[in-house]
């Protein structure tokens, strides 16, 4: 089963652009991403759509950042992204017919949907601030013992 970066990928980046002065163009944030430009276009582009990042035409341009990193959280990414599933895990068959089918969907999806719920919940809590703080943290560490 094939998991879903995109959250993880829009949160790199939008990092990266937090910590730029300048414009950066979807060819870098490729390569900081190990993707096609193509990828990092089409992420950016919900992204954009939703306020947290603008885009210059031109020589020179590129992506910034358009959010407040205090007030913006993790869950505010996850709705720009498109509010994918959180949780891999699935029901096998929706509308069965079978009985024991459906016992065992209502269990699972109770669980399911207060799991999401919990980690939605968290989502609410993690500003890009605290990221950010989390990474510039990490790099002050990394730059002192060199």
Request: proline share 2%; with cysteine; glycine share 6%.
């Amino acid at each position: 089963m094939k998991k879903d970066s995109r959250l993880s990928r829009a949160l790199h980046v939008i990092l990266h652009l937090a910590e730029s002065e300048v414009p950066a163009t979807s060819e870098r944030l490729a390569k900081i991403l190990q993707t096609n430009p193509v990828v990092v276009r089409r992420l950016l582009a919900g992204l954009r759509d939703q306020g947290i990042v603008y885009s210059h035409k031109g020589h020179g341009g590129g992506w910034q950042l358009a959010c407040d990193l205090q007030t913006t959280s993790l869950r505010d990414i996850y709705r720009a992204i498109g509010s994918p599933g959180c949780i891999a895990l699935d029901h096998q068959e929706e509308n069965s017919t079978c009985l024991v089918e459906q016992a065992v969907n209502v269990a699972l999806g109770d669980a399911f949907d207060a799991a999401e719920q919990l980690l939605l919940d968290r989502f609410e809590q993690v500003t890009l601030a605290t990221l950010s703080a989390d990474f510039n943290a990490r790099y002050a560490l990394i730059a002192s013992k060199e």
